[in-house]
């Protein structure tokens, strides 16, 4: 299997499925102004359907929400820039997010394609729903030959929803503690979380791409 991957705007493919791809940018002025070295990453969504992957990352990228839901078919991939600082320096990264389908039959099928080269691995649940956080163990499981060496981070999605959520922070970080990461609780709807969990991921990120620690 083969991925061509298009330049921003254009669409990407995955050669003898047909499964069609749609790429999103942002560019962030600010990343120019500040003169920091980019480094690309590419950041894979794993979890459950309904758990508010596409959402983290609508929230995240277009800094909106919608409440309708509308199934992710296939894949999706976004880009965007950010800066984080580490240690008084300033890093910039452009993260390209890999948004996939939540069901079980597409992640057997396109894990090499979709996992390929992939630095960080964030996985996603629903506060509301005990299931989908004991779920990731079997998205790990699936793919941990292939993601190894990646850097995790544990979401912990929906926490607007303080009456209806099941899952507790203790829990939360219980799990995460077992993948080795670490865990934030957001909310896509309010944004709550969202930025300071992104911040955490592209530290660790910082951390594990050598090639980003030199200087500015
Ligand atoms: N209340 C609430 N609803 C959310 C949140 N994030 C996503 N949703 C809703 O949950 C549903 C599934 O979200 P979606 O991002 O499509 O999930 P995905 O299948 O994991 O990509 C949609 O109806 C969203 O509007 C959140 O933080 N709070
Ligand atoms: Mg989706």
Not at 44 to 50: A, Q, S
Request: aromatic share 10%; hydrophobic share 40%; glycine share 8%.
């Amino acid at each position: 299997m083969v991925v061509i991957s298009g330049e921003n705007h254009e669409p990407i493919f995955i050669e003898g499925k047909g499964h069609f791809f749609t790429m999103l940018s942002q560019t962030r002025e600010a990343l120019a102004a500040a003169r920091a070295p980019v480094t690309k990453a590419k950041v894979c969504f794993v979890g459950d359907r309904e758990v508010g992957k596409t959402s983290l990352i609508r929230r995240y990228v277009q800094g909106s929400f919608r409440e309708a839901y509308v199934a992710t078919l296939g894949a999706k991939v976004s880009s965007t820039y950010a800066l984080t600082e580490q240690d008084g320096k300033t890093y910039g990264m452009k993260l390209v997010l890999w948004d996939i389908m939540g069901s079980s039959g597409f992640r057997e099928t396109f894990k090499e394609a979709y996992f390929h080269g992939v630095h960080a691995v964030v996985a996603v649940f629903d506060l509301t729903r005990r299931p989908s956080l004991r779920q990731l163990s079997t998205w790990f499981a699936s793919v941990e030959d292939i993601t190894k060496p990646a850097v995790r981070l544990l979401m912990g999605n929906k926490a607007d929803l303080a009456d209806e959520r099941v899952v507790t922070m203790e829990e939360g970080r219980e799990f995460s503690e077992g993948l080795k990461c670490p865990y934030m609780e957001v909310s896509a709807k309010t944004g709550k979380g969202v930025a300071a969990a992104f911040d955490t991921l592209l530290k660790k990120l910082v951390k594990a791409l050598p090639e980003l620690a030199e200087e500015r």
